[in-house]
T-cell receptor, first 111, second 108 residues
Framework: NAGVTQTPKFQVLKTGQSMTLQCAQD?????MYWYRQDPGMGLRLIYY???????DKGEVPNGYNVSRLNKREFSLRLESAAPSQTSVYFC??????????FGSGTRLTVV | QKEVEQDPGPLSVPEGAIVSLNCTYS??????FMWYRQYSRKGPELLMY????GNKEDGRFTAQVDKSSKYISLFIRDSQPSDSATYLC????????FGAGTTVTVRA
């Protein structure tokens, strides 16, 4: 029972490089989310997808793009990484507005 | 002002003590209230969920919601070293908003 799987677990990028964070869930959840977690800031919503085919901006969307590839997969892309994007990124999914299931996170460092 | 305010701590207690955690919020549209537990280098996991004002118990954990005061609490009775983690409150109108998290250490 995998739940939410995120890849990669760790990544170091140089400023200006691009990368895609992958997320997949096997719980048949409609909604998926990308959060970033920074010390003292808690979890901040970057983008979310309420259902397959839809995506919406969250609290901190600048510098990111997302793709809801199908019901299972929701990817987050950094087109031109900046040091301010150094963070831990979490993907989550839910059946409704509660009971989010989180992945184990991607630790990203931009140098 | 953030929608959800949570004292970041850290909080250190001896084993067996009662741990008390609190959050306040400003958005009266919040309907669902949750507590998540996050161990170091792991993702948050849902610990408690409640919809209405009042108390909800689950083993050693009690969640309280006071909508009139816009205040929620989590109590951990007979705390154990395995309870050492960061606890995040979360609230939802149509999507979740999180507190910053309180780091708790239970000393053996």
């Amino acid at each position: 029972n995998a739940g939410v799987t995120q890849t990669p677990k760790f990544q170091v990028l140089k400023t200006g490089q691009s990368m895609t964070l992958q997320c997949a869930q096997d719980m048949n959840h409609n909604s998926m989310y990308w959060y970033r977690q920074d010390p003292g800031m808690g979890l901040r919503l970057i983008y979310y997808s309420a259902s397959e085919g839809t995506t919406d901006k969250g609290e901190v969307p600048n510098g990111y793009n997302v793709s809801r590839l199908n019901k299972r997969e929701f990817s987050l892309r950094l087109e031109s990484a900046a040091p301010s994007q150094t963070s831990v990124y979490f993907c989550a999914s839910s059946r409704a507005d509660y009971g989010y299931t989180f992945g184990s996170g991607t630790r990203l460092t931009v140098v | 002002q953030k929608e959800v305010e949570q004292d970041p701590g850290p909080l250190s207690v001896p084993e067996g003590a009662i741990v008390s955690l609190n959050c306040t919020y400003s958005n009266s549209a919040f309907q669902y209230f949750m507590w998540y537990r996050q161990y170091s280098r792991k993702g948050p996991e849902l610990l408690m969920y409640t919809y209405s004002s009042g108390n909800k118990e689950d083993g050693r954990f009690t969640a309280q919601v006071d909508k009139s005061s816009k205040y929620i609490s989590l109590f951990i009775r007979d705390s154990q070293p395995s309870d050492s983690a960061t606890y995040l409150c979360a609230m939802s109108d149509y999507k979740l908003s999180f507190g910053a998290g309180t780091t708790v250490t239970v000393r053996a």
